[in-house]
């Protein structure tokens, strides 16, 4: 059984940091694509970035708004995903949902994690 | 960037049929996904690939893309359908995920 478990989430301030980690089973770690998605409170859902499978060299995508504030990476001794939020603003309170992108599927996100929850404010 | 617009609700009563439309431009050139996500839940894949259901999703969701249009196709919508659907499209151009604002179904 697939599962992505989602932690880290909390309260910071505006300008700080904060790391969530997401750990995965039920699948080869090495061989996935996997993004996290976010869902500020009552609005709809956001992409934040991907980080392709070890195979197809692990690079990671951005979206705009995030872009040189976070960083995702994985490792794979662990099987967890991680997603480092720095600089971090207002507008990045959310749900943050880490999920598997399918290759076989249009790279669909066929799973997705409970979610973990990000307030940013002072 | 790639825009996808979609209508805020639709309305259907139980039994009938829900259509639910996401434009972008040239849309049907592009893969849609469409996602299911209920109150308090995590959003769950319905559609893939423009029309494909994974395992477990009933054939009553299809799905299907013409021109600037994506659709999602509900037939003999029952009360567990009521939720808010998104469809989503890879912005080539800009390397990344692309959702619409989501459709609040209501039965």
């Known amino acids: 059984e697939v599962q992505l478990v989602e932690s880290g989430g909390n309260l910071v301030k505006p300008g700080g940091s904060l790391r969530l980690s997401c750990a995965v089973s039920?699948?080869?770690?090495?061989?996935?694509?996997l993004s996290w998605v976010r869902q500020a409170p009552g609005k709809g859902l956001e992409w934040v970035g991907r980080i392709k499978s070890e195979s197809d060299g692990g690079a990671a995508d951005y979206a705009a708004p995030v872009k040189g504030r976070f960083i995702i990476s994985r490792d794979y001794s662990k099987d967890t995903l991680y997603l480092q939020m720095n600089s971090l603003k207002t507008e990045d309170t959310a749900i943050y949902y880490c999920?598997?992108?399918?290759?076989?599927?249009?790279?669909?996100?066929?799973?997705w994690g409970q979610g973990t929850l990000v307030t940013v404010s002072s | 960037s790639y825009v996808l617009t979609q209508p805020p609700s639709v309305s259907v009563a139980p039994g009938k049929t829900a259509t639910i439309t996401c434009g972008g431009n040239?849309?049907?050139?592009?893969?849609v996904h469409w996602y299911q996500q209920k109150p308090g839940q995590a959003p769950v894949l319905v559609i893939y690939y423009n029309s494909d259901r994974p395992s477990g999703i009933p054939e009553r969701f299809s799905g299907s893309t013409s021109g600037n249009t994506a659709t999602l196709t509900i037939t003999k919508v029952e009360a567990g359908d009521e939720a808010d659907y998104y469809c989503q499209v890879w912005g080539s151009s800009s390397l990344n995920w692309v959702f619409g604002g989501g459709t609040k179904l209501t039965v």
């Open positions: 040239n849309i049907g050139s592009k893969s």
């Open positions: 039920g699948f080869t770690f090495s061989n996935a694509y």
């Open positions: 999920t598997t992108e399918n290759t076989m599927m249009g790279l669909s996100s066929d799973y």
